[in-house]
């Protein structure tokens, strides 16, 4: 399984996406700043996340996602988890 998946900095708010084939793995290496383009952004929270079969299917997703469309996609998805409480 390969998942693919969206960081919300909680210092500047930005968001970064990724993929992996082991997602707690790869989420403890964002938390303790050994992922070079997260670490200045830290501290983190993972707002979203999918699973893929194949790992061309999650890097073409992943490309996707970093598209306008695909920025527009999670924020549509996410509009009230990013809007904030009510």
């Given at each position: 399984?390969?998942?693919?998946?969206?960081?919300?900095?909680r210092?500047?708010?930005?968001?970064?996406?990724?993929?992996?084939?082991?997602?707690?793995?790869?989420?403890?290496?964002?938390?303790?700043?050994?992922?070079?383009?997260?670490?200045?952004?830290?501290?983190?929270?993972?707002?979203?996340?999918?699973a893929?079969?194949?790992?061309?299917?999650?890097?073409?997703?992943?490309?996707?996602?970093?598209?306008?469309?695909?920025?527009?996609?999670?924020?549509?998805?996410?509009?009230?988890?990013l809007?904030?409480?009510?």
């Open positions: 399984m390969y998942y693919v998946y969206v960081l919300q900095s210092k500047d708010k930005g968001l970064y996406t990724g993929y992996t084939d082991d997602l707690e793995k790869r989420l403890k290496k964002h938390k303790q700043g050994l992922v070079i383009s997260t670490r200045s952004r830290k501290p983190l929270n993972i707002i979203y996340y999918e893929c079969l194949n790992k061309r299917d999650a890097l073409h997703r992943e490309k996707y996602l970093k598209t306008a469309w695909g920025k527009k996609f999670i924020k549509n998805r996410l509009r009230n988890y809007r904030g409480p009510s």
